[in-house]
T-cell receptor, first 116, second 115 residues
Framework: AQSVTQLGSHVSVSEGALVLLRCNYS??????LFWYVQYPNQGLQLLLK??????LVKGINDFEAEFKKSETSFHLTKPSAHMSDAAEYFC????FGGGSNYKLTFGKGTLLTVNP | ETGVTQSPTHLIKTRGQQVTLRCSSQ?????VSWYQQALGQGPQFIFQ???????GRGNFPPRFSGLQFPNYSSELNVNALELDDSALYLC??????????????FGPGTRLTVT
């Protein structure tokens, strides 16, 4: 079974600082990987996804992530944090089992706090 | 706005009762998935429906069941509620394809509290 580990349940940065949220995956096959953001009282919004094309994936709101097979990592970065980035972020991996095309396995999430 | 709505927003039930949660997808979205998100955890896959048939299930007991209707709405039913069923329930719809080629749109969720 595939799994995802998000290192750090809470990350705090200053406005304008680099954002780095860590995600490591476990998979026996080349995975598809995702980052989602969840604002309070809202559903999940897709930031970006890796589907075995370019290893550096650019998403919305200047977020990007790099797939590193040797490190089994898919860390999310943003050069300069904005107050509006404060939210919970989830890394997810696709699961090809069970005949489901859209089954995702999520990490436990990282809460990002941005300080003024 | 994802075009996916869920009702009710909040719900309180007593242990042993039954509950039905509803999701309305965008027109044409023939695939819907349901997830359970316990407090402080990531979402966990419950099951997926494609063209009104279940075609994938996570590690949830049979008392979790669902329906998908031709009008792109769907239901999640939970029988014999347990305290551990307290969670945010998310539905996500997609317009065919696969996880690589398509995209899931998540609703805002229904917060279920079981007392």
């Amino acid at each position: 079974a595939q799994s995802v580990t998000q290192l750090g349940s809470h990350v705090s940065v200053s406005e304008g600082a680099l954002v780095l949220l860590r995600c490591n995956y476990s998979s026996s096959v080349p995975p598809y990987l995702f980052w989602y953001v969840q604002y309070p009282n809202q559903g999940l919004q897709l930031l970006l996804k890796y589907t075995s094309a370019a290893t550096l994936v650019k998403g919305i709101n200047d977020f990007e992530a790099e797939f590193k097979k040797s490190e089994t990592s898919f860390h999310l970065t943003k050069p300069s944090a904005h107050m509006s980035d404060a939210a919970e972020y989830f890394c997810a991996v696709s699961d090809f089992g069970g005949g489901s095309n859209y089954k995702l396995t999520f990490g436990k999430g990282t809460l990002l706090t941005v300080n003024p | 706005e994802t075009g996916v709505t869920q009702s009710p927003t909040h719900l309180i039930k007593t242990r042993g009762q039954q509950v039905t949660l509803r999701c309305s997808s965008q027109s044409g979205h023939n695939t819907v998935s349901w997830y359970q998100q316990a407090l402080g955890q990531g979402p966990q896959f419950i099951f997926q429906y494609y063209r009104e048939e279940e075609n994938g299930r996570g590690n949830f007991p049979p008392r979790f069941s669902g329906l998908q209707f031709p009008n792109y709405s769907s239901e999640l039913n939970v029988n014999a509620l347990e305290l551990d069923d307290s969670a945010l329930y998310l539905c996500a719809s997609s317009l065919g394809g696969t996880v690589a080629t398509g995209r899931q749109y998540f609703g805002p969720g229904t917060r279920l509290t079981v007392t």
